[in-house]
């Protein structure tokens, strides 16, 4: 029994030495990629080209995942397109679907975050909205969304540094090595697995870790920007599928500096409703923005 056993697991190192080798090829070789994560890229909802806006007026950066971006929805109906629509300022929308904070710290650290020359003749950003929901902790802990898991894998793990924890990126065979495992094991057992094993102020502590690293990384033409923290109120029904998140330490973020737009309430309940959803059941519709976006014009006096 032990020899059989031992054959086993010595077959399943070879396999997976095996499967590390194609990565490698495929990454390094094959596809003759330099750059672990060349898939960064601006989504086709970046600008609103058929929008009025004052140069006079400072623009406003969006970041965030398919909420932001607009998934199932025309893009005239997307946060972006609404809001330069109504304050008449340029707004860009660098949403990108199944990613959260750690993306954008890549984008930060790679002066990626916004396409070249978008800030000709216009004045600094003003704003930069990032829109929050609960999931986005997960994303910070197990980063792959879909089948396609090279396009969703940017993760960033805690580690010292001469001594001193930081945020580092994960290595390139660290991050696809997922792809492997996730065939063999479900996405939802892995992820609400190690969310599980967390307690609340552990994940706040690592997504507030996150947030000072996107601000920390920011390029110069940001150093006047504010970043807001939009919290988007719970609309699905069933959300047995998604880890919960609760915590009260927000106040914590606005004390380093951040502006918090807490729409967690019975205001917002509502939001449940078929008409503030997608087809999809979950992503925000356009009657969902129209009634945020007069809170954010009000918050931020736009």
């Not at 916004?114 to 800030?119: N, R």
């Not at 069933?238 to 927000?250: A, E, I, L, M, Q």
Request: aromatic letters at 16%; hydrophobic letters at 35%.
């Amino acid at each position: 029994m032990k020899k059989t056993f031992g054959i086993i697991l010595f077959n399943l190192l070879i396999i997976i030495v095996i499967l590390l080798f194609v990565d490698y090829i495929q990454m390094y070789l094959f596809f003759n990629k330099p750059e672990p994560y060349p898939y960064i890229e601006l989504s086709d909802r970046y600008e609103a080209t058929d929008l009025p806006y004052l140069k006079n007026k400072k623009p406003i950066v969006l970041i965030g995942c398919s909420y932001t971006y607009g998934y199932n929805i025309d893009k005239k109906e997307t946060f972006s397109h609404k809001l330069q629509e109504k304050t008449k300022r340029k707004v860009f929308n660098t949403g990108k679907n199944g990613e959260a904070m750690a993306y954008f710290i890549y984008k930060a650290q790679t002066s990626d975050l916004l396409k070249k020359d978008s800030l000709k003749d216009l004045q600094p950003p003003e704003y930069i909205i990032y829109t929050f929901i609960p999931d986005h902790i997960r994303r910070l802990y197990v980063n792959f969304f879909n089948e396609n898991v090279r396009d969703k894998n940017l993760k960033y793990s805690l580690k010292k540094v001469n001594g001193e924890k930081k945020l580092v990126l994960d290595d390139v065979f660290n991050v696809h090595f997922v792809d492997y495992i996730k065939k063999f094991i479900t996405y939802e057992r892995i992820s609400n697995f190690i969310i599980k094993q967390k307690s609340d102020d552990e994940k706040f502590d690592f997504f507030k870790l996150h947030l000072l690293e996107f601000k920390k990384s920011l390029g110069p033409e940001f150093k006047d920007t504010k970043i807001v923290i939009l919290l988007y109120p719970p609309n699905y029904k069933d959300s047995s599928h998604f880890p919960k998140f609760t915590t009260d330490r927000w106040s914590e973020l606005e004390d380093e500096g951040f502006i918090i737009i807490d729409l967690y309430n019975d205001k917002f309940s509502h939001f449940v409703k078929d008409e503030y959803r997608t087809v999809d059941e979950v992503h925000p519709s356009g009657k969902a923005w129209d009634e945020i976006i007069p809170v954010i014009i009000d918050k931020l006096k736009l």
